[in-house]
């Protein structure tokens, strides 16, 4: 079985680390991600309004999930949890 993450897996734990705000060191340790993939997906995440940037002082941001990126992360979880592939158990 292929152990690699697939983007929606990424983008997934991305915004569940981000439903309650965090900084970027915090989304990239607990997604395990490298530094290229965090820039990467806050990129996209941000341009499509999955996420917004909030500037808590200077130089501190931190990235909360919008509503279009809590449906995203539902759907994705309902996905997962039909086609049965938490914990492995899927094809």
């Not at 439903?19 to 340790?29: F, Q």
């Not at 395990?32 to 999955?50: P, V």
């Not at 909360?64 to 994705?76: D, F, M, P, Q, Y």
């Amino acid at each position: 079985m292929n152990l690699r993450r697939s983007n929606i897996e990424i983008i997934a734990d991305m915004l569940r680390v981000g439903e309650n705000g965090a900084g970027k060191t915090e989304i990239m340790y607990s997604a395990n991600m490298s530094y290229a993939q965090i820039q990467k997906y806050l990129g996209f995440l941000l341009s499509h309004g999955l996420i917004h940037k909030v500037e808590v002082g200077n130089p501190i941001v931190t990235y909360h999930v919008t509503e279009k990126g809590g449906e995203l992360l539902r759907n994705i979880n309902t996905i997962v949890e039909v086609l049965e592939f938490r914990n492995g158990n899927g094809a």
